[in-house]
């Protein structure tokens, strides 16, 4: 009898510290409680905009100093993850590149995310840190994707050292086949820059997931959902996946003309996406975090 009460109390006690274990390792994840987004035009929510006292992009051209007719993804989800404009901290800039190339007016990925750092000793590990740069790169030249995957890559280890620990990186879509490179000479050759920096980013993704235990990093793999959204464009709600929308810009003889269905374009101008397609990556962005465990239940998103 003695026997069978000191078994019962034993193996009560090591449930109950099994049970304190997994509920530390659960809590182990703590919900996201910020964003903060660093990059160029497809994240920008008015950063060019104010700098240029409102003058560019034009409104109401493009809506309201995003480089589309609307919110742009990150904005998408924030509403996803209920967040309020509080917790969104944004920096990204139109026109920015990964490094040095480019307008010196525009800070760079790598100046934005240097000056958060030295303005943030020790950082919010529990906020998700997204990066997504390289497109106007090789958009303005560059011809080989080693220096702007290392900008990158040198940008992620700087919000590692201040306490970054969840972090979402972009990769690019096919460059040669936007609406305003398809059918120019350079087409064949931005798409191979874009395959060489996508291979490129995600090895030194894996690198850096080996060398800290602790980071959380995911790719959102733009390159697939634009090629999906035009390989089967009804599946996305979009019935032209070629044109853009906008057309006339840059054609000082020309007057801006717009289409009259834009949420069935996947493109907004000649580079960019329609706030519809914004919407596609946003929800896309969503889902990669949340397979990755990064949060633990779906919210609604803030029409």
């Known amino acids: 009898m003695q026997r069978k009460k000191w078994l019962l109390r034993t193996g009560l006690a090591l449930l109950i510290f099994i049970m304190v274990v997994a509920a530390k390792f659960m809590d182990k994840t703590h919900p996201i409680s910020e964003l903060y987004v660093f990059g160029d035009s497809l994240s920008d929510t008015g950063m060019v905009f104010r ?12 809506f309201q100093g995003r480089y589309s007719n609307g919110r742009v993804w990150i904005e998408y989800l924030a509403g996803y993850l209920n967040f309020s404009s509080k917790q969104t901290n944004n920096f990204a800039y139109g026109g920015a590149t990964t490094g040095s190339v480019g307008n010196s007016y525009v800070p760079s990925l790598l100046n934005q995310v240097q000056s ?3 303005t943030h000793q020790q950082t919010n590990s529990d906020a998700l840190y997204v990066l997504w740069a390289g497109a106007n790169d090789y958009l303005q030249g560059v ?8 900008n990158v890559t040198t940008a992620i280890n700087s919000l590692t050292e201040v306490g970054a620990k969840k972090i979402l990186v972009g990769n690019l879509p096919d460059l040669g086949q936007l609406p305003a490179t ?7 050759n931005l798409s191979g820059l874009t395959q060489a920096h996508n291979q490129g980013l995600r090895r030194s993704l894996k690198v850096l997931s080996q060398q800290h ?18 390989a089967n464009p009804a599946a996305f709600n979009f019935t032209n996946v070629i044109n853009p929308c906008l057309s006339g810009v840059g054609d000082a003889s020309r007057r801006h003309r717009t289409c009259s269905n834009p949420d069935q374009f996947l493109f907004w101008d000649g580079i960019h996406p329609t706030a519809a397609a914004h919407r596609i990556i946003g929800e896309t962005a969503f889902s990669t975090i949340q397979e990755a465990g990064m949060i633990n239940s779906r919210s609604m998103l803030v029409p």
């Open 51 to 62: 700098a240029t006292g409102g003058m560019y992009p034009p409104n109401p051209t493009y």
């Open 116 to 118: 958060f750092t030295q």
């Open 143 to 150: 011809n080989s994707a080693t220096i702007p995957v290392k």
């Open 182 to 188: 398809t059918n120019s000479p350079n087409s064949v």
């Open 213 to 230: 235990s602790d980071l959380e990093i995911v790719q959102l793999d733009a390159n697939a959902l634009y090629r999906d959204a035009i």
